[in-house]
């Protein structure tokens, strides 16, 4: 079993850093003997908050955490960036949860594999 872990710092719009992030977790949650934890750090706590509405032909990073989450992937989000940017716990997609700075560092002893976006 491969264990990697995808940080992601970047807003949910206005780059692509965070979209790719979650593209490379969806696609590695699906893959046979990979598990996948991801950490939403900063702004990036956006991409775990759900009923976002973008214009047509944007891609919407909340469905793509719940297709990770579908597919056995953890979802943190810092609790400092949270309250930070007055998201609440109810805010965020079923199974993403709101985690702390010890965890995403127990995260990391935990990887194989640390990528961060």
């Not at 940080?7 to 692509?16: C, F, H, M, V």
Request: with cysteine; net charge negative; aromatic share 8%.
């Amino acid at each position: 079993m491969t264990r990697v872990l995808v940080i992601l710092n970047d807003p949910p719009y206005g780059t692509e850093r965070s979209w790719n992030g979650l593209r490379l977790a969806g696609e590695l949650a699906r893959t046979e003997g990979v598990e996948v934890r991801v950490f939403c750090f900063g702004d990036a706590i956006g991409c775990a908050v759900a009923g976002q509405k973008v214009p047509d032909g944007y891609y919407h990073l909340d469905r793509m955490v719940t297709a990770i989450l579908g597919h056995g992937a953890e979802v943190g989000c810092c609790g400092t960036c949270m309250d930070a940017r007055a998201v609440a716990v109810e805010a965020l997609v079923d199974g993403a949860r709101r985690a702390t700075l010890k965890e995403a560092s127990e995260w990391v002893i935990w990887a194989d594999r640390v990528v961060s976006f």
